[in-house]
């Protein structure tokens, strides 16, 4: 349990590190080109589409080479 805990954390870590990394060269998960914001006067919709397409993107790369071995 103690090394899932660990390795949790270094995963989290490198995440942020990344974040943090991406923000400086001017890409802002969340914010990319085509996702969907609508603002209107009383409100707004905001749905991160290609963010999410490209999270699971990652996520699916990372489960097929940790199930690969």
Avoid: K
């Avoid at 590190?17 to 914010?31: K, T």
């Avoid at 589409?49 to 790369?61: D, N, P, Q």
């Amino acid at each position: 349990m103690g090394r899932l805990l660990i390795g949790i954390g270094i995963m989290l870590v490198i995440a942020g590190l990344i974040v943090m990394l991406g923000e400086r060269a001017g890409i802002r998960p969340g914010r990319l080109p085509g996702d969907i914001r609508i603002q209107g006067r009383h409100g707004a919709f905001y749905f991160p589409i290609v963010t999410c397409v490209l999270i699971s993107a990652v996520l699916s790369l990372i489960m097929w080479l940790v199930n690969r071995h």
